[in-house]
């Protein structure tokens, strides 16, 4: 009884639950439907604001296009007459021009003839020395020699002004100081002499102008072309001597790129160091040798104003052999005389042969850098081909200055052969002369 109570009590409660949502949805339902309407009102009023709005912009959207027409139609009117005067004006321009050629003449030709003297004239006046002193005019040149037109008058007077300069100032001595690069990159304000337009001279040495200004040679000529710079900076009067470069720089630089003769020598490598050592050797013998015969000669005098008292030499000692033989035949006397002359033969010829075989050495290995040379470079032909000759440089380089080194070690070595070997054999002449005199004098004894 109670279980059915209690449903009956839930199904009422759920059925005025229900009945409250209907009442509520019902509302909502209605609200919704008044405002779907206020809205459609609101739509269709904005909707005739748009069209009304597009009807107006149509209306000025024609008046636009009218306008635009209107514009191209004036426009086209416009370039019709602008292409009728630039027609005209072509005429008239070709007109012109013709009556300009006929009016100039032979005048048209001389114009002609100023760029190109101008064009010509800019690269000397470039590499001038006289443009140390005087910088820019190469620019005006160029600019003269660049024109498409007539020059003007201030252009010509500008091309003779920087011809009559180039030709005035090559004629004077002038001191001038400009900015001077040295050797080393360091840039410094110096006191310059420009000689015409041959040389520039510091107190010192000699300079060279390039592009970017005045600059020390890499390498000075020789000593005594340089030595004459500081006597003719300090001449005030008179004639000094000086060398100068004819070729405006050209045989300066041809100087400084000269081997000078220690890098000439150097060139031989190994084979040229060995010719060194062989000329070295055979001058030091040769002159131990030249300073013993020397003083053995000095002895040797000596004792032939003392014949009586034999001291240590080659003829005291000969003298001895002939004192302690006086009571021998002639035979054995001579035998032992001749004895005693070969003993000394060895001691006064002692290294003789050696410098007179080092003297037939030298040229012989001068010959084997000759041949090593030539094999370089033929090594080199074969990489590198025969188009750059400086590949081949090295090689001839070093054939050609063992050959003259092995000369030159040949030639004082020969010379100084001759030399000893004279003084050995006069020795020996003095011995076999005085040995000859000692055999007869025991021979005319005996006869008595």
Sequence with gaps: MKKLFKGLAIASIAMTATFAQAADSSATLSQLLEKIKQERVSEARIDKKREAEFRSERADKQALLRKAKAQREAEKARGK????????????????????????????EAFGVVRGVAGDATGIVAASIISAEFPGRAEELAAIGALKGLPSLKELENLWFALQTEMTESAKISTFTTQVSSVEGQTSERTVTRVGSFNLLDSDKYLVYRDDGVAELARQPDARNVSSIAPYLSASSGYTALYVDPSRGGLLSLLTGQATLEEKYHQGETVGYIITAVLILGLLIALERIVTLTLLSGKVRAQLKNPNTPTDNPLGRILKVYHSAKGTDVETLELKLDEAILKEVPRLERGISIIKVLAAIAPMLGLLGTVTGMIGTFQAITLFGTGDPKMMAGGISTALVTTVLGLVAALPLMLVHAVVSGRSKSLLHVLEEQSAGLIAEHAEKESK
């Design 81 to 108: 007459m602008l292409l009728e005067k630039h027609a005209a004006n072509e005429r008239r321009m070709s007109q012109l021009e013709a009556d300009l050629d006929a009016a100039q003449g032979d005048l048209k």
